[in-house]
Each structure stands twice: as structure tokens, then as C-alpha cells.
């Protein structure tokens, strides 16, 4: 169970840590897929959040 959530929780978050890092210590700009999503925040937050709603809507739905 512990392994579980360390794969679950640790592994990601390990991921996104260093994935950050590596870009604060890069001199060089962001990649251009990057850039595009830095100037579209909202609408990225805005997606993410409607597919966690969607998709947890979807998992009740199958759960019942």
C-alpha cells in the first residue's frame, strides 16, 4: 500500500520537480510549445479543471 502511494504521489511529483529545475537553470528560452501554453493560462487551467470534473462525473457514472 505504501509502495502504492509513493508510485502514485512521490514518482510524479519527483518528475515535476525536476522538470522545473531544469528550466530555472536553463539559459536558454523556453521551448516553444512552453511559450504557447505560458500566454494561454486560463484556458489551460480552465480545461484541466473541466476534465477532472468530467472525468470524475465519468467514473461515478460507471461506479453505479
Excluded: C, K
Aim: without cysteine.
Amino acid at each position: 500500500m505504501a509502495a502504492d502511494l509513493l508510485l502514485a504521489l512521490g514518482l510524479p511529483l519527483a518528475l515535476l520537480v525536476l522538470a522545473t529545475a531544469l528550466l530555472l537553470r536553463s539559459e536558454r528560452p523556453l521551448p516553444a510549445w512552453l511559450e504557447r501554453l505560458r500566454r494561454h493560462q486560463a484556458v489551460l487551467w480552465n480545461s484541466g479543471v473541466g476534465l477532472i470534473i468530467g472525468l470524475s462525473a465519468l467514473r461515478w457514472l460507471l461506479g453505479r
